[in-house]
């Protein structure tokens, strides 16, 4: 059974730095198998912000490409996403999931998302 747990979430202002971690528990990485951070404000859907696939490759979303930073520790079973330069609309809940990754895409999981952590960025 696959659990994933998010930390690293708070309050920071802006200019201001976080990482976040993403503990995948029962998780064996793949072929083909990617992790991808999400964020979500209210009323808005779900975007993908970025994702590292199984041989290290990764994608940003425009608006943090330059300030972000996906990463991953194998032996820990942990993803990171080092944030930089915080602006207000950075402000979210930040989810971690477990998918695939095909032709530059990544494919999110159903059921494989942790449980979110909150990033809040004010002056």
């Known amino acids: 059974q696959v659990q994933l747990e998010e930390s690293g979430g708070g309050e920071v202002q802006p200019g201001g730095s976080l990482r976040l971690s993403c503990l995948a528990s029962?998780?064996?990485?793949?072929?083909?198998?990617?992790m991808g951070w999400y964020r979500q404000v209210p009323g808005k859907e779900r975007e993908l912000v970025a994702f590292?696939?199984?041989?290290?490759?990764?994608m940003y979303l425009d608006a943090v490409k330059g300030r972000f930073t996906i990463s991953r520790d194998n032996v820990l079973n942990t993803v990171y996403l080092q944030m930089s330069s915080l602006k207000p609309e950075d402000t979210a809940v930040y989810y971690c999931n477990a998918g695939h990754y095909s032709d530059s895409t990544y494919f999110p999981r159903a059921g494989y998302w942790g449980q979110g952590t909150q990033v809040t960025v004010s002056s």
């Open positions: 029962g998780l064996i990485f793949s072929s083909g198998d990617a």
């Open positions: 590292i696939e199984s041989g290290g490759s990764t």
